[in-house]
């Protein structure tokens, strides 16, 4: 918005600046050239007008109460902002001299974030408590109780008044402490309105809203207090807007209207006209009609005095050319508006549109290096596995190498997470319930967040089932606790909560990358030091960390992120500094039978010194490390650096049988499954384990990833080949068991 407005203020400024000259100039020349017709009709035509202020004066004060009276009535908690609208925008086009309608709530100190939170969920962004300071508005300081301006309608044209403390200013506050504690409707004495750009003074005009009736006394008043209902007054408009309704009856323009408040005797306060300042009693002392009302307890004195055109006749003219010139003034400067909010709009639009494609590049980045990276890491993990079997003795050796397994394997963990953060990992999934899942974890979870935090478990019974890598949602709720613990530095209570829940439409307008349907939510709540607002719109972000150099990736929020949504789910987080922060993820429901458990006992690795290994791995230092370690351990091997060498193996090489086959999944010419199909033409039994550091939309595309077919991604540890070896080799099913399906 301040970009757009700098772009177009100037133009805003000038078309307001000409139209204002040009159309009060024609107004001002033409009604000199009539003046002299109107002598005769000022006494009747003044009486008229001064009636017409009084009523309109006596309906702005209606309109506050009655608004005073909706707010007590449907209470202020429960009015919405477009309810407030609603209710105000009738009267404001019936009352087009009162400035704006707006709801004062009276907020504690205690409650400041909660309103200002709401407003920004509400659409106001960046709203915020402000108050007065060397002309521009800043952020109100810290005191016992405030009075914001929380709704206003209309809202262009009044941006600067929202959330303006008005208990900031000593004459503001004084008038709505004066009503808190009379009951009644008190106006303030002149004042320069906030949003006020001519030169012309207002008023503020506020009725108390309190959240009981029958009320005895002044302390029963002060603890009711809600808030006020405030009606603004540019008092040069009200006149203005008076006169131009009276005009229809003074076609002459004879009459001028002064306006003062007595109630700051013995000098009148002049309210209207702004200048030139003129003396009541010098106007008394010629031709004049006066009338003297109350306006919220102040003591008003109107008076009507010959104007320009007294003793001359007039015509419409000059208001025509005058009402002509605003209504073209008005009509540029409400395009100008509306260009300067569609500027706005399509700003942010681009910000969320920038915001996505950066975080699509860096998944595309991610996918893309993963697969030779996890190759190199593959080589340098496998020899450094091989090597340390070699050097028994402690030395600088085998200390050297360890610390180079080390730094492999943490490599290995942060590719897995950038793959999580990109959705592009291998996923297992497995029906699941998601309560069995947490309440496994208690014991680790425990010593994870420390002896200082409490951890409380509850699931929902009769819990759906959903359907998911068990594994990574293990991932997830160790991350979020981690999360949780370093909130919590001084101890606290993490709670963790699962339930089924149905999203509606209403829920997804809330939440646009949520879907409609019935999910199963895992809540998780500490009560930590919170998160700002604006951190919250990063939180998810990879690399994105406010610890510490050193003490955090930045990855551990953005791979659950990924891990959910590969998902199928979603996450969503509320949080209030010093509150604590809430983070729900939902996964959707499935239907699916839960499947049951099997203990498969299998032998060693080594338990058939026969046993044929046929190796397809086309990366030379891989196949090397990989056939030494299996040779290693009773196997015979057979290697080949690619499908059609290890076909041809097969058949010439080595005729007898071959009991599994390890292989990678994408080699130059024919890939696995192609290998695989023309193997199992002349060994059905053969059992096959697939390898790879390829991203799953990779292995996808081509028909790789299959439920029946043993998978082990890489970089590995020799350790998990080994179990995957033993699972595929114990597996019963015969043909079917390592065939990959046609579709």
């Given at each position: 918005m301040r970009k757009s407005w700098a772009k177009h203020g100037s133009h805003v400024f000038i078309a307001a600046t000409c139209g204002a000259i040009v159309s009060v100039a024609m107004f001002a020349i033409t009604r000199q050239l009539e003046?002299?017709?109107?002598?005769?009709?000022?006494?009747?035509?003044?009486d008229q007008r001064l009636s017409s202020v009084r009523t309109h004066v006596a309906g702005a004060l209606n309109t506050v109460r009655l608004l005073a009276s909706h707010l007590e009535s449907t209470g202020h908690e429960g009015a919405s902002r477009q309810g407030f609208s609603l209710f105000v925008q009738p009267a404001l086009a019936n009352q087009p001299y009162l400035q704006a309608l707006e709801w004062i709530p009276r907020v504690r100190?205690?409650?400041?974030?909660?309103?200002?939170?709401?407003?920004?969920?509400?659409?106001?962004?960046?709203?915020?408590?402000?108050?007065?300071?060397?002309?521009?508005?800043?952020?109100?300081?810290?005191?016992?109780?405030?009075?914001?301006?929380?709704?206003?309608?209309?809202?262009?044209?009044?941006?600067?008044?929202?959330?303006?403390?008005?208990a900031s200013n000593p004459v503001r506050r004084a008038a709505l402490l004066q009503s808190r504690d009379s009951g009644k409707v008190v106006a303030t004495p002149r004042i320069k309105l906030i949003q006020e750009k001519d030169n012309q003074y207002g008023t503020l005009v506020f009725s108390p809203v309190y959240d009981r009736s029958r009320l005895e006394n002044v302390l029963e008043r002060q603890k009711a207090l809600r808030g006020f209902a405030l009606g603004v007054l540019r008092i040069g408009d009200f006149v203005a807007t008076t006169d131009d309704i009276q005009r229809r009856l003074d076609s002459t323009g004879l009459v001028d209207i002064h306006l003062f408040d007595l109630t700051t005797m013995p000098l009148p306060q002049q309210l209207y006209p702004a200048w030139p300042d003129t003396k009541a009693e010098t106007l008394v002392n010629g031709l004049h009609a006066q009338e003297t009302f109350n306006v919220g307890g102040r003591n008003w004195l109107l008076l009507a005095t010959p104007g320009?055109?007294?003793?001359?006749?007039?015509?419409?003219?000059?208001?025509?050319?005058?009402?002509?010139?605003?209504?073209?003034?008005?009509?540029?400067?409400?395009?100008?508006?509306?260009?300067i909010r569609t500027d706005s709009e399509q700003l942010e639009l681009e910000a969320q549109l920038r915001q996505a494609q950066k975080l699509e590049a860096?998944?595309?980045?991610?996918?893309?290096?993963?697969?030779?990276?996890?190759?190199?890491?593959?080589?340098?993990?496998?020899?450094?596995?091989?090597?340390?079997?070699?050097?028994?003795?402690?030395?600088?050796?085998?200390?050297?190498?360890?610390?180079?397994?080390?730094?492999?394997?943490?490599?290995a963990s942060l590719t897995r997470q950038l793959l999580a953060f990109s959705r592009k990992q291998v996923l297992s999934p497995a029906v699941l319930n998601l309560g069995s899942v947490v309440s496994g974890l208690k014991p680790l979870l425990k010593r994870l967040i420390g002896e200082d935090i409490s951890?409380?478990?509850?699931?929902?019974?009769?819990?759906?089932?959903?359907?998911?890598?068990?594994?990574?949602i293990e991932q997830v709720i160790f991350n979020l606790a981690v999360n949780a613990r370093d909130a919590m530095p001084h101890g606290g209570k993490l709670r963790m909560e699962t339930a089924n829940v149905e999203l509606d439409e209403a829920f997804?307008?809330?939440?646009?990358?949520?879907?409609?349907g019935q999910y199963?939510?895992?809540?998780?709540?500490?009560?930590?030091?919170?998160?700002?607002?604006?951190?919250?719109?990063?939180?998810?972000?990879?690399?994105?960390?406010?610890?510490?150099?050193?003490?955090?990736?930045?990855?551990?929020?953005?791979?659950?992120?990924?891990?959910?949504?590969?998902?199928?789910g979603y996450v969503a987080v509320e949080s209030k500094i010093g509150k604590g922060t809430t983070f729900r993820v939902y996964l959707p429901r499935t239907t699916e039978p839960a499947a049951s458990a099997q203990v498969k006992k299998v032998a060693g690795l080594a338990q058939e010194p026969k046993t044929t290994v046929l190796l397809a791995e086309d990366e030379d230092a891989t196949r090397t490390a990989i056939a030494e370690y299996l040779a290693c351990n009773g196997f015979q091997v057979i290697a080949a650096s690619n499908a059609d060498e290890a076909l041809r193996a097969s058949e010439s090489r080595y005729p007898g049988a071959i009991d599994i086959l390890l292989t990678d999944a994408i080699m130059p010419g024919m890939n696995a499954k192609e290998l695989v199909t023309r193997l199992r033409k002349r060994l059905p039994d053969i059992k096959v384990v697939l390898m790879s550091g390829h991203?799953?939309?990779?292995?996808?595309?081509?028909?790789?990833?299959?439920?029946?077919?043993?998978?082990?991604?890489?970089?590995?540890?020799?350790?998990?080949?080994?179990?995957?070896?033993?699972?595929?080799?114990?597996?019963?099913?015969?043909?079917?068991?390592?065939?990959?399906?046609?579709n």
């Amino acid at each position: 918005m301040r970009k757009s407005w700098a772009k177009h203020g100037s133009h805003v400024f000038i078309a307001a600046t000409c139209g204002a000259i040009v159309s009060v100039a024609m107004f001002a020349i033409t009604r000199q050239l009539e003046r002299s017709r109107a002598e005769k009709q000022f006494v009747q035509v003044a009486d008229q007008r001064l009636s017409s202020v009084r009523t309109h004066v006596a309906g702005a004060l209606n309109t506050v109460r009655l608004l005073a009276s909706h707010l007590e009535s449907t209470g202020h908690e429960g009015a919405s902002r477009q309810g407030f609208s609603l209710f105000v925008q009738p009267a404001l086009a019936n009352q087009p001299y009162l400035q704006a309608l707006e709801w004062i709530p009276r907020v504690r100190q205690a409650e400041r974030a909660g309103y200002e939170s709401a407003a920004r969920a509400d659409g106001m962004t960046g709203f915020q408590f402000t108050e007065p300071a060397d002309g521009a508005m800043k952020e109100a300081g810290q005191r016992d109780e405030y009075f914001p301006v929380f709704y206003v309608e209309p809202l262009a044209g009044n941006e600067r008044a929202v959330g303006y403390d008005l208990a900031s200013n000593p004459v503001r506050r004084a008038a709505l402490l004066q009503s808190r504690d009379s009951g009644k409707v008190v106006a303030t004495p002149r004042i320069k309105l906030i949003q006020e750009k001519d030169n012309q003074y207002g008023t503020l005009v506020f009725s108390p809203v309190y959240d009981r009736s029958r009320l005895e006394n002044v302390l029963e008043r002060q603890k009711a207090l809600r808030g006020f209902a405030l009606g603004v007054l540019r008092i040069g408009d009200f006149v203005a807007t008076t006169d131009d309704i009276q005009r229809r009856l003074d076609s002459t323009g004879l009459v001028d209207i002064h306006l003062f408040d007595l109630t700051t005797m013995p000098l009148p306060q002049q309210l209207y006209p702004a200048w030139p300042d003129t003396k009541a009693e010098t106007l008394v002392n010629g031709l004049h009609a006066q009338e003297t009302f109350n306006v919220g307890g102040r003591n008003w004195l109107l008076l009507a005095t010959p104007g320009p055109g007294f003793s001359r006749r007039s015509s419409l003219a000059p208001f025509l050319v005058l009402g002509c010139g605003l209504l073209v003034t008005g009509m540029y400067l409400r395009y100008l508006l509306r260009r300067i909010r569609t500027d706005s709009e399509q700003l942010e639009l681009e910000a969320q549109l920038r915001q996505a494609q950066k975080l699509e590049a860096l998944g595309a980045l991610t996918g893309g290096i993963t697969h030779d990276f996890n190759n190199l890491l593959t080589i340098i993990n496998s020899y450094c596995f091989l090597t340390l079997n070699q050097v028994d003795t402690p030395g600088p050796v085998r200390f050297n190498v360890e610390q180079i397994l080390a730094a492999g394997n943490r490599a290995a963990s942060l590719t897995r997470q950038l793959l999580a953060f990109s959705r592009k990992q291998v996923l297992s999934p497995a029906v699941l319930n998601l309560g069995s899942v947490v309440s496994g974890l208690k014991p680790l979870l425990k010593r994870l967040i420390g002896e200082d935090i409490s951890l409380e478990l509850q699931a929902q019974q009769e819990l759906w089932l959903t359907k998911a890598d068990p594994s990574q949602i293990e991932q997830v709720i160790f991350n979020l606790a981690v999360n949780a613990r370093d909130a919590m530095p001084h101890g606290g209570k993490l709670r963790m909560e699962t339930a089924n829940v149905e999203l509606d439409e209403a829920f997804v307008r809330e939440h646009p990358r949520s879907g409609i349907g019935q999910y199963v939510v895992l809540t998780v709540s500490d009560t930590g030091r919170g998160i700002s607002p604006e951190i919250q719109q990063r939180i998810f972000d990879p690399f994105f960390t406010t610890k510490e150099a050193g003490k955090g990736t930045g990855l551990g929020l953005s791979t659950v992120y990924g891990i959910v949504r590969q998902s199928g789910g979603y996450v969503a987080v509320e949080s209030k500094i010093g509150k604590g922060t809430t983070f729900r993820v939902y996964l959707p429901r499935t239907t699916e039978p839960a499947a049951s458990a099997q203990v498969k006992k299998v032998a060693g690795l080594a338990q058939e010194p026969k046993t044929t290994v046929l190796l397809a791995e086309d990366e030379d230092a891989t196949r090397t490390a990989i056939a030494e370690y299996l040779a290693c351990n009773g196997f015979q091997v057979i290697a080949a650096s690619n499908a059609d060498e290890a076909l041809r193996a097969s058949e010439s090489r080595y005729p007898g049988a071959i009991d599994i086959l390890l292989t990678d999944a994408i080699m130059p010419g024919m890939n696995a499954k192609e290998l695989v199909t023309r193997l199992r033409k002349r060994l059905p039994d053969i059992k096959v384990v697939l390898m790879s550091g390829h991203a799953d939309e990779v292995l996808a595309a081509r028909g790789l990833l299959q439920p029946q077919i043993t998978f082990i991604a890489k970089p590995f540890a020799f350790q998990d080949l080994a179990d995957k070896l033993r699972g595929a080799l114990a597996e019963r099913g015969g043909a079917a068991a390592g065939a990959f399906s046609d579709n």
